[in-house]
C-alpha cells in the first residue's frame, strides 16, 4: 500500500523558512515522480513544485520560483520542499503526492497522495 506522509508546517513569520518532508512507505520513492500541492481555504488546490524520477529535473509555480526548493533522498525514501522567503499568500495546506511516471507535472494525475501539514504565515 502506497503511503505518504507530509511533516514540518507550522507557524512562522513572513520572511521566515520551513522545510516540508514527505516520507514515503510501502514503495520506494525510485520510481516515481514526486509532486508537492497546497491548498489555501476558499481557493483550489494548485501545484507548487515536482520533481521527475526520470533525471531529477524540477518545476515551479511562477509564484515560489526562487523562494522553494523541491529535492529528493532516495535513499531515505524522502522528498523535501524547502521555502524561503515565506509571505502570507504561501499559507494553505501542504501535500505531496506521487506518480509512476519518468515525468513530473504539476497539474497531472498522481497515484498517492498525503495528509497534508498545514503551512501558516503570520506576524
Known amino acids: 500500500q502506497l503511503q505518504l506522509v507530509e511533516s514540518g508546517g507550522g507557524l512562522v513569520q513572513p520572511g521566515g523558512s520551513l522545510r516540508l518532508s514527505c516520507a514515503a512507505s510501502?514503495?520506494?520513492?525510485?520510481?516515481?515522480?514526486i509532486g508537492w500541492f497546497r491548498q489555501a481555504p476558499g481557493k483550489e488546490r494548485e501545484g507548487v513544485s515536482c520533481?521527475?524520477?526520470?533525471?531529477?529535473?524540477?518545476d515551479s509555480v511562477d509564484s515560489v520560483k526562487g523562494r522553494f526548493t523541491i529535492s529528493r533522498d532516495n535513499a531515505n525514501n524522502t522528498v523535501y520542499l524547502q521555502m524561503n522567503s515565506l509571505n502570507p499568500e504561501d499559507t494553505a495546506v501542504y501535500y505531496c503526492?506521487?506518480?509512476?511516471?519518468?515525468?513530473?507535472?504539476?497539474?497531472?494525475?498522481?497515484?498517492?497522495w498525503g495528509q497534508g501539514t498545514q503551512v501558516t504565515v503570520s506576524s
Open positions: 503526492a506521487a506518480v509512476r511516471l519518468y515525468f513530473c507535472s504539476l497539474t497531472g494525475h498522481y497515484d498517492a
Open positions: 510501502g514503495f520506494t520513492l525510485d520510481y516515481y515522480s
Open positions: 520533481i521527475d524520477r526520470y533525471d531529477g529535473n524540477t
